[in-house]
Every structure is written in C-alpha cells, then in structure tokens.
C-alpha cells in the first residue's frame, strides 16, 4: 500500500539522520507532490508516524520530527528537571493555575478524601527545549500543607514538600493510560484536538504511610518512553 512505503521513507530518512529532531516537515500539500500521492493518502502515512512517535503535529504550525522520548523511570522519584538534566534534556515548568477547591471526583478517588475535603489544585505545564510536552494536574492535601501556594510552584513540588513542609516521598502508586488530548489540554500543549496521550496517574505517599498528593499527567505520547526496574522477590 502506497501509505505504507511512504511512512517507510519517511522513516528511513530518519534513521540515516536525514531529518533532524524537532525539524519541520514540508507543508503537507508539497510533500504530497513530492511522493505523487493524494493528501489522504499522505495523511494515513503521517497518521501511521505519529502513532509511532516518529512525528508530532503542532496546532496550525505543521508536522515535525520527534526527538528522542524522556525516559520515565517509575523507580525514581518524580522529580522532572533531575530526570531532564540527567538526560541532557532543556527542561522548564511554568504554573498555569494554583487554587485550593473542593475535591473533584479525581481527587477524591486518588487521594481517598471524604466529601467535602480542601485541596490544592495546580496545573502546570512541562517544557523539554522549549516545547510544550505535558499537562499536570496536581491535588495535594490542604490539611497537611498550610500556606501551600506562598511558594513559588514553578519549581518542584518534591523539593516544596520536604525542604518546607519536611515531607518525602517514601511510596508511589501509578496507573498509566492511553487516550487523546482535548480542550484546554490540547490547547497549553499546543495540540491538534485527538492527539494521542499517555496518561500517567501518580499518588504520593509520605513517610509515615499517609497520602499526601495525587497527580495527572498527560503527556504528548511520543515524549516519554514508560519504563522501569525492579527486582522480583524469588
């Protein structure tokens, strides 16, 4: 099928370091001349890539190639720009929202609230060399942290709890999902709307057992590779 050998062109001038990460594809209109094809045709092979990792789609801007993904280690503790700079990553965070709210559905379920419980909602965005690569929703205690948000949330919510508040992370639960990127999500993370996503549930508990903060995490799929080492009990 033409779709087929045109997403293994494509590929093959990945791999011999042809198109660079983060380079922009031609429009799709010239690069469907360029293979002598249709647009729909183009389209299925760049659907293909996308579904890949291969290339990323920016709302209105276009197709690029992707870089290498972030390798997530759920291991390690959730620190992003410890993660990022390890791997020679740019990393930044900006804050896009900080409130304390009731509890929602989601952090009632994550953190195992009553009704009517206070928590902080923060949402934030995460930037590897500049380009928008996840949405986090983080529901934390308020209970357990008072005066919360008089810091700066732009930087590590780990390094806020234990330097603060003397809190660490001594347990994790994590559930991963695949679905797609909506609204305001797509929007922040600069998405064409059904992007896919992986979604990365994280719930924190601190050294004393208690649960302290929840997050969600929808990354762009092809930005992170999921992985983990453990060692299995005989």
């Not at 429009?27 to 291969?54: C, I, M, P, W, Y």
């Not at 909602?121 to 529901?139: C, K, M, N, S």
């Not at 934390?140 to 806020?160: E, G, H, K, M, Q």
């Amino acid at each position: 099928m033409q779709y087929v050998k045109i997403k293994d062109s494509i590929v093959e001038q990945i791999e011999a370091g042809m198109l660079a990460p983060r380079q922009k594809l031609p429009a799709e209109r010239k690069l469907a001349e360029s293979f002598n094809t249709t647009r729909v045709t183009l389209r299925e092979a760049l659907s293909l890539l996308e579904a890949d990792g291969r290339i990323y789609r920016e709302d209105r801007r276009g197709w690029f190639i992707s870089p290498e993904p972030l390798r997530y280690d759920l291991a390690l503790p959730p620190h992003f720009l410890n993660r990022a700079t390890a791997q020679n990553r740019t990393a930044k965070t900006e804050l896009i929202l900080a409130k304390v709210t009731l509890a929602n559905k989601p952090a009632t379920r994550l953190l195992d609230l009553p009704p009517f419980s206070d928590v902080y909602h923060i949402d934030r965005l995460r930037y590897l060399e500049g380009r928008p690569v996840a949405f986090i929703t983080d529901y934390v205690r308020a209970d357990l942290f008072p005066n919360l948000l008089d810091f700066d949330l732009n930087n590590s919510l780990t390094d806020i709890l234990r330097e603060q508040f003397a809190t660490d992370y001594h347990k994790a639960r994590y559930r991963v999902l695949v679905s797609s990127l909506f609204g305001d999500i797509a929007q922040a993370l600069r998405a064409t709307v059904g992007t896919p996503a992986t979604v990365v549930e994280r719930t924190n508990y601190n050294q004393h057992g208690e649960v302290v903060n929840c997050a969600i995490e929808y990354w762009r799929h092809d930005a992170i590779s999921i992985e983990s080492l453990t060692h299995i009990a005989v």
